[in-house]
């Protein structure tokens, strides 16, 4: 069973900076390119930042030079460094591989729970 954890958002003034972490139970993430996405109220979510297995990263252009994509997969985890943050990167982050490969019993694609973030201008 695969699950996918999502944690440190919250509320920082614009400038500020947030590290988020993805906690991920299943071996084979560790095997997958993973990526962070984001969904503001109203929007599609989007891909922000991709990582793959051996390391090598992609960014969206919103976020190219502010935000850093990371894994250990020793811990499991994935992480997003999110520097000099805007109010425009307010959104609710997730987690999931790139692109999305596991289905909920609903046959959706399955997501965590997500992390919000907001900033404040």
């Known amino acids: 069973q695969v699950q996918l954890v999502e944690s440190g958002g919250g509320l920082v003034q614009a400038g500020g900076s947030l590290r988020l972490s993805c906690a991920y139970s299943?071996?084979?993430?560790?095997?997958?390119?993973m990526g962070w996405y984001r969904q503001a109220p109203g929007k599609e979510r989007e891909l922000v930042a991709t990582?793959?297995?051996?390391?090598?990263?992609n960014y969206a252009v919103s976020v190219k030079g502010r935000f850093t994509i990371s894994r250990d997969n020793a811990k499991n985890t994935v992480y997003l460094q999110m520097n000099s943050l805007k109010p425009e990167d307010t959104a609710v982050y997730y987690c999931n591989t790139d692109p999305p490969r596991f289905k909920d019993i609903s046959g959706r694609n399955y997501w965590g729970q997500g992390t919000q973030v907001t900033v404040s201008s």
């Open positions: 299943g071996s084979i993430f560790s095997l997958l390119a």
């Open positions: 990582i793959t297995r051996s390391g090598s990263t």
